[in-house]
């Protein structure tokens, strides 16, 4: 099991969200936290290898 990160928690949030977009019908909604998800992992990774790293 990883470590969890720092900013880990915005990655449940937006499970959470895709979740309940997903049972109540907000397809592209689920599907833009899909295409968003990938995104936040690889700067919150990027993030607790360098926290040096400026936050755009």
């Known amino acids: 099991m990883e470590p969890k990160l720092a900013h880990d928690w915005i990655l449940d949030v937006l ?3 895709q979740s309940y977009a997903m049972q ?3 397809t592209e909604l689920a ?3 899909d295409a ?3 995104v936040a ?3 919150i ?8 790293t400026p936050v755009h």
Do not use: I
């Not at 990774?45 to 040096?52: I, K, S």
């Open 36 to 38: 968003l998800l990938p």
């Open 41 to 43: 992992e690889a700067e």
């Open 31 to 33: 599907e833009r936290v």
């Open 15 to 17: 499970r959470d969200l």
């Open 24 to 26: 109540n019908g907000l």
């Open 45 to 52: 990774t990027a993030r607790a290898m360098d926290p040096d």
